[in-house]
Structure formats: structure tokens, C-alpha cells
């Protein structure tokens, strides 16, 4: 049963930078592509970034230029340096394992990250 934990979130001013972390336990194979969603209060979860096994990214466009994902090779563990971050992208976040997806339909309990104004 694979387990997430999120880090690195908290309270910054527009224009801050934060940088999460995601490490997945519990299995040591397979490697997968891991994906970082938000959600913010009232609203659906939404995509925000993934990268594959190759290193591969993909970004929603409102954060491109921003955010920056990496992850290491032989781990399934992930990170999102967040920059310039704005108000609007105040919301819970979230790694998940597969590309774009939640393959193995598990969530981390999250880390919330919240800019000011």
C-alpha cells in the first residue's frame, strides 16, 4: 500500500517563493510519473504539474514560468519550487502518483499553502 506525504507549505505575501516536497513509501517499485494537484476551499481539485519517469513536465498554463517540478530518478519522490507565487494560487496541494492522474487512487494528506496579498 503506497502512503504520501506532502511538506512544505505555508503563509507567504504575493510574490514569495515556497517549495514543496512529496515522498511516496510503502512499495519499492514501480517508479511512476508523479503529478502535483491543488484544491482550493470550495472548489474542485485541479492539475498543476507532472513529471515522468523521464523527466518529462507538464504544467497547467497559470503557473508556467512559475513553478518548476523535479523529482529524482530512482524515487518515487517529488518536489514543486513555487516562485512569484499570487493569491490565487492559495489551496491545498497534493502529489499523486501517474501521470496526470491518481493511478493508485492514494492521497497524501496535503499541504496548504496560502498567499497573501
Known amino acids: 500500500q503506497w502512503r504520501l506525504l506532502e511538506s512544505g507549505g505555508g503563509l507567504v505575501q504575493a510574490g514569495a517563493s515556497l517549495k514543496l516536497s512529496c515522498t511516496a513509501s510503502g512499495r519499492a517499485s514501480p517508479l511512476y510519473a508523479m503529478t502535483w494537484f491543488r484544491q482550493a476551499s470550495g472548489k474542485e481539485r485541479e492539475f498543476v504539474a507532472a513529471?515522468?519517469?523521464?523527466?518529462?513536465?507538464h504544467y497547467r498554463d497559470s503557473v508556467k514560468g512559475r513553478f518548476t517540478i523535479s523529482r529524482e530518478k530512482t524515487k518515487n519522490t517529488a518536489s514543486l519550487q513555487m516562485n512569484n507565487l499570487k493569491p490565487e494560487d492559495t489551496a491545498v496541494y497534493y502529489c499523486?502518483?501517474?501521470?496526470?492522474?491518481?493511478?493508485?487512487?492514494?492521497w497524501g494528506q496535503g499541504s496548504q499553502v496560502t498567499v497573501s496579498s
Open positions: 513529471i515522468s519517469v523521464s523527466s518529462f513536465t
Open positions: 499523486a502518483l501517474g501521470w496526470m492522474t491518481n493511478d493508485e487512487g492514494v
